[in-house]
């Protein structure tokens, strides 16, 4: 019976041994997996350009013009080359590749258009190679050039920024600049906005070119400013020049915010917006009306965004009441979208309040809603864009 007992506590320790033993080869195995370098899962591409600093220099450019280059590059890599896409960072900028697969030890080509437009001086534009490279999913390549200008505006753009209707008497100025400045004339000049004056005035000094002075007089109404001056000349590239012009009158009524967004994103509820308005003579006064108006798009940027569709405003697009005064007693005006836009939509309209202040009858408020365009039809847009800038 002793020698069963101690043949049983034999087997009991052999086992335990055993188990003792299998538990640390498999906590060993474990621990050389971790530590194995993972595999790489054999050939791959490899991307490969001829410009180490991936700059690429289009020389010097008109203003206007365009400048184009061949950017050549290699897969030095065992396996295909895939060429996902190819984006810029600028609307300026079109650059494509000629194939999209490229075999081991081919040379494949990106073909790439840099529009400077109404820019000075230089340009630096990137262009993003996205691959299937492993080392190299995303390669940015850069875009360089001098910009020559001939005969332009400066500035190219016009902000009266806030002023008051006591401070319409200040005039902004641009000045004509460029190699052929003094080689040719301004003949003529025009404002599509009544409130908006333009003349034409001599250089300031010998040597510089001609200017132009804008003023704003007293048939401005107060909220946003919007405006445009064509400029005429007798340059034969130039023979108009269009110049925006933008500001913001202030009267004492003022509203805050002056603009209204709305974003429309699938399955989202209508956004509620709230504007707040001050008296800041702190005089008593009734909102007594509250009307839309059309707001049109201007021609270039209707143009310009191909898969947009431009909405002209309703009167009944937005739902406008009156609610509760802030904590300071500023009355406070809620607005939500009333009007269903499909993807790709924008719809642009102003708010027009009217007072009984006899000082300002009118308040405006500006109001803007985009209904978003599906990711593959982002991409589309954005490619339509870079062809028509």
């Known amino acids: 019976m002793k020698g069963q007992r101690t043949l049983l506590f034999s087997l009991l320790l052999c086992l335990i041994g055993f188990c003792v033993i299998m538990s640390a080869v ?15 899962g ?103 050039a001098n910009v020559k200008i001939d005969f332009t505006l400066e500035p190219s753009f ?22 052929d400045s003094l080689n040719y004339k301004l003949t003529g000049v025009e404002s599509d906005n009544p409130a908006l004056e333009a003349r034409i005035l001599p250089p300031e000094r010998d040597g510089e070119g001609q200017r132009v002075a804008l003023k704003l007089n007293q048939k401005v109404s107060t909220g946003i400013l919007k405006g445009m001056i064509k400029i005429k000349s007798n340059h034969p590239n130039y023979a108009t020049i269009l110049v925006s012009v933008h500001g913001i009158i202030l009267g004492h009524i003022q509203v805050d915010p002056e603009r209204l967004y709305f974003s429309i994103k699938p399955g989202q509820d209508n956004e509620v917006k709230i504007v707040t308005v001050t008296n800041t ?15 049109p798009i201007h021609k270039s940027s209707a143009q310009r965004h191909a898969l947009i569709t431009y909405l002209e405003a309703k009167p009944d697009d937005l739902i406008m009441k009156e609610i509760e005064p802030d904590s300071s007693g500023n009355k406070r005006i809620s607005f939500t979208l009333n009007r269903k836009l499909n993807p790709g939509e924008r719809l642009q309209g102003k708010v ?35 062809r028509t800038k």
């Open 281 to 295: 003579e702190r005089k008593d006064y009734k909102i007594l009306a509250m009307k839309i108006e059309a707001d």
């Open 352 to 386: 027009v309040l009217t007072t009984d202040d006899k000082t300002q009858e009118q308040v405006t408020i500006v109001f803007h809603a985009f209904a978003q365009l599906a990711r593959n039809q982002e991409k589309t847009q954005q490619k339509s864009e870079t």
């Open 26 to 40: 498999v906590l060993a195995q474990e621990k050389g997996e971790q530590a194995a370098p993972a595999k790489t």
């Open 158 to 179: 016009v902000s009266f920024g806030r002023v008051s209707k006591e401070e319409l008497g200040q005039e902004q100025i641009i000045k004509v600049i460029g190699d």
């Open 42 to 144: 054999g050939a791959q591409p490899k991307i490969s350009f001829e410009r180490a600093d991936l700059t690429y220099d289009l020389g010097t450019i008109p203003q206007m013009g365009q400048g184009e280059i061949s950017i050549k590059f290699k897969n030095v890599g065992q396996a295909d080359l895939k060429i996902h896409e190819i984006k810029s960072s600028c609307g300026c900028t079109v650059a494509l590749a000629t194939k999209d697969l490229i075999p081991p030890g081919q040379e494949g080509e990106i073909k790439a258009t840099l529009r400077v437009g109404k820019s000075k001086n230089s340009m630096k534009k990137a262009v993003y190679v996205e691959t299937n490279d492993p080392d190299n999913k995303k390669v940015t390549l850069f875009l360089v």
